[in-house]
């Protein structure tokens, strides 16, 4: 159900696999290690919802697409498959290996994505200016910490360029305030455009109803940007 508004080839990761973990890596891995796919609440078998604005997005392969908190999204199976170059980040290196091994046996040819273990909080090693768009579906709403969002669009204002995309899918102001046993901060469209600020237009908006796995709803609210 929803409501809708008008309006490379490198694999890098910045921690290797045995290095220390905070509380977060070692809480992401926990459930990544133990649940599949279709397990985990935000779970998006039919990802069509997401691609909807990807397509407005009007994209030329290859484009450069960053996916903060990527996990083992399908959504990523499909921009890969599209040949675009695909930066992956997520706080689990757990997952992005297994999202990595499933690129490689699902995809005959180079596997063209990077590979980022990384709190999106802190300042991130992405070349500025250089990314075509930013596509966040439940990540940056697990951010309570006003430095720790400041953070967040710092490294987005960064990284994206002039005409470029910025999706945001968060938890709506009637979502639930956890998930994943943490915390989350609702979101509207006015506080994103807010955190955004000016130099980003509103090009489309829905508020929408996922069914997680489980059966139950989780209202969410879908923001499409464009840098000018």
Known sequence: ???????????????TMGSPMSELNQHWNQIFDNKQGDELGWFEDDISQTLKFVDQMSLSAPSRIFIPGAGTSQLVDKLYADCHQLLLNDLSDSALAQLKERLIQDHDRENNAEYLVQ?????????????????????????LNENAIQGYFNNLKSAVKKGGYVLLAEFSKQGDKKCAGLGVHQYDLEEM????GSGFQLIAAEEFESINPFGDSRPYIYGLFKRQ
């Open 1 to 15: 159900m929803s409501k809708a508004y008008s309006n490379g080839h490198t694999e890098q990761q910045t921690k």
């Open 119 to 143: 709190d999106i909080s802190q300042p991130l090693n992405i070349e500025a200016d250089s990314i075509d768009a930013w596509i966040d579906r439940a990540v940056f709403h697990f951010l």
């Open 193 to 196: 455009q807010q955190r955004l």
